[in-house]
């Protein structure tokens, strides 16, 4: 069976027909053909951030009318928390068209030409054109027909290189009105009228496309734009090199296979459904681009947060909504700084974009030092944004960074990376766990306004029971949309109950898993610092100081000093007020019940109580004289549970 979504999506010949939510299913799966597509991801697409709360037998309802279109109940199959649609090679229009420009990249011009003329051919209209206003394929139109406009231009150039391009000349002129900005096009628009013997026309496109681009993004046209305008003014068809024609000087036809174009990649993953709050934190990130919609200097954010904060959630949701300012591409890669799995090698992550931007694999060097190097070099004059995500160092960010104006770094890290804030004069956005207020609108985002509303305490425990950690508030919400039978308030019992860390789980997604998130932060600390952790997690206070820690683990306050910095370093306590030796931090709720359980499990009983005992028997001895302990101590907020310490 044949499914195509380069137009309107159809599958078989004639196309089954099928109503709107189907169909949306049928197109959502085939986004990511052969691969399990998440209950949660589908249901988004369906009924976007409020669901009913029929949603899960609906969208039974409506794999089973899918199944039913296609004839074949073998097409989508039902694993483990959600589904697979089974799609064989060459039957899904967009993997063919895929295959068709992969194949061309290599061959000579004349095969070029015809395979990107087969795979253009494809194409009925935009990419899900009966359902591109839906935001869940939206990524994934863009990135199709960004590869079609790629594949035109190399098309064209193929054309070019034969002589054909009075043929063209129409075809070209209207491919720049559609898209206006793309300056490759123009280049190749203007060899062609050149060829044609219609040089003033020629320059005319060029002036055109150079107040386009001043007026709407406040640029003037890039290097090879204006080495082809200049080599026209002089009668210099040297210029075709530099638009990749192949059968050019600088490329004899007879050799060498069509250029790949310069690539404008797109990579940034679909935004967070429902992200609610951050204000102050875009508008720091804001701050980082031109007012005027000019092109930026080459700046650094480092955005730093605990595990859970919603770190990347951020950067991605604030990447989307500037993508316009960096028109030469959007790269990203997660360089795991805290997986299990081996952290991802700046060697790996640049050759990763090295190849987004359009670099052949066997031309990509094989030491870090010389990747760096041509990773500049290939962005050097690019307005690109680069979201690194999860860095677990300073050490891994630098090779990654540009070295030019008009690119923006963001790097998301449990490490507050002080390195980049001292060398390269990155900025830092720190986030904290959610206010009440932000908490609570998550919820109402997730959950729906009428059951947040129907149980207002409820929910309210609910966010606090959760350290308002958007990791777990979204995991206790995917729970209750799991479970609409179940009330918020019944929810709540449960984990109050019970042990909020085994709970805060989605089960079979051991990364969903708040327990599990914590575990890799905690495994990059050093045996003092996790002690010291441990420790801190015994005690039902969240005020403490620098002596009351060294107290605590009986440790000289210089070495508590040390393991309390790695701690904050890894974002596992949190300042209240000032850092540093005169200052007060604890932890939040959920880290203080993991630390905690993670003294049963490390520490013998002995050792245990021979640390309450210490910090108890000092902060009555301190309190006992005039002066407090530290500036500001009032003393333990939870005078009933400090009883149980001895």
């Known amino acids: 069976m044949d499914f195509r979504v380069l137009g309107p999506v159809e599958a078989g010949s004639p196309a089954t027909r099928l109503s709107p939510k189907p169909l949306l299913l049928l197109a959502t799966l085939l986004c990511e053909a052969n691969t399990r597509v998440g209950h949660h991801r589908l249901v988004e697409a369906l009924w976007g951030a409020r669901p009913p709360e029929s949603a899960a037998s609906s969208m039974r309802i409506y794999v089973s009318q899918v199944r039913q279109a296609l004839r074949d109940d073998s097409r989508i199959v039902a694993e483990r928390g959600g589904y697979r649609i089974r799609i064989d090679p060459g039957e899904l229009d967009s993997h063919e068209f895929e295959e068709l420009v992969r194949q061309a990249a290599s061959a000579d011009p004349a095969t070029a030409g015809r395979l990107l003329g087969e795979a253009l051919r494809l194409w009925r209209g935009p990419a899900f054109a009966d359902l591109e206003h839906h935001g869940s394929l939206s990524a994934t139109a863009v990135r199709l027909e960004e590869l079609r406009v790629m594949a035109t231009e190399q098309w064209v150039a193929a054309e070019l290189g034969q002589g054909r391009h009075r043929e063209i000349l129409t075809e070209l002129q209207t491919l720049v009105r559609a898209h206006p900005l793309r300056e490759r096009l123009c280049g190749l628009l203007m060899l062609a009228l050149y060829r044609s013997g219609r040089q003033a026309e020629a320059l005319e496109a060029y002036a055109r496309t150079g107040a386009l681009l001043a007026e709407e993004l406040g640029v003037d046209p890039g290097p090879e734009l204006r080495r082809v305008y200049e ?119 640049l050759a990763g974009f090295l190849l987004a931007l359009g670099v052949p694999r ?147 997604e051991p990364d969903a898993a708040v327990r599990a998130a914590f575990d890799l932060s905690y495994g990059t600390l050093d045996p003092a610092a996790r002690r010291v952790f441990r420790l801190l997690g015994l005690v039902p206070c969240d005020d403490f100081d620098l002596r009351s820690a060294a107290v605590l683990a009986a440790m000289a306050e210089q070495e508590a000093a040390g393991a309390v910095d790695r701690l904050a370093d890894a974002h596992l306590i949190e300042w209240h007020g000032a850092e540093g030796r005169g200052g007060r931090f604890g932890l939040h709720d959920l880290l203080r019940r993991y630390a905690g359980g993670l003294a049963r499990q490390e520490d013998s009983d002995a050792e245990r109580a021979a640390a309450r005992r210490r910090l108890f028997t000092w902060t ?25 310490w001895t």
């Open 231 to 349: 080599g026209l003014l002089r009668g210099d068809e040297g210029v075709a090199a530099d638009l990749g024609i192949p059968g050019s000087a600088a490329a004899p036809a007879a050799q060498s296979p069509v250029p790949v174009a310069p690539a404008v990649p797109r990579e940034l993953p679909a935004p967070v459904p429902g992200f609610t709050g951050r204000q102050a934190a875009l508008a720091a990130l804001d701050r980082l681009l031109p007012g005027d919609g000019a092109s930026p200097p080459m700046a650094i954010s480092a955005i730093a947060g605990a595990v859970g904060v919603g770190k990347t959630a951020l950067a991605v949701h604030w990447a989307h909504r500037v993508a316009g300012r960096f028109p030469d591409g959007q790269l990203y890669v997660n360089l795991r700084g805290y997986d299990r799995a081996l952290p991802m090698r700046p060697l790996d992550a």
């Open 362 to 508: 066997e031309s990509i060097p094989g030491e870090v030092e010389s990747a760096a190097a041509r990773f500049r070099s290939v962005v050097a004059g690019r307005r690109i944004l680069v979201l690194l995500d999860n860095a677990g160092s300073a050490e891994q960010v630098r090779p990654l960074l540009p070295g030019t104006p008009g690119c923006l770094v963001l790097v998301t890290s449990r490490d507050r990376l002080t390195g980049l804030l001292a060398r390269e004069g990155a900025s830092r956005v720190t986030l904290g766990v959610l206010s009440q207020d932000g908490a609570r609108a998550l919820l109402t985002e997730a959950l729906g306004p009428s059951r947040v509303e129907a149980e207002p305490g409820a929910t309210g425990e609910l966010a606090e029971l959760c350290g308002r950690l958007p990791l777990a508030l979204r995991i206790a919400t995917a729970y209750l949309f799991d479970h609409p039978g179940q009330t918020i308030a019944d929810y709540v019992h449960t984990l109050r109950t019970g042990d909020p860390m085994t709970a805060l789980a989605i089960s079979g």
């Open 620 to 644: 009555r001895e301190t309190t006992s004289t005039e002066a407090p302990p530290y500036p500001g101590y009032t003393g333990c907020p939870r005078s009933t549970a400090c009883r149980q």
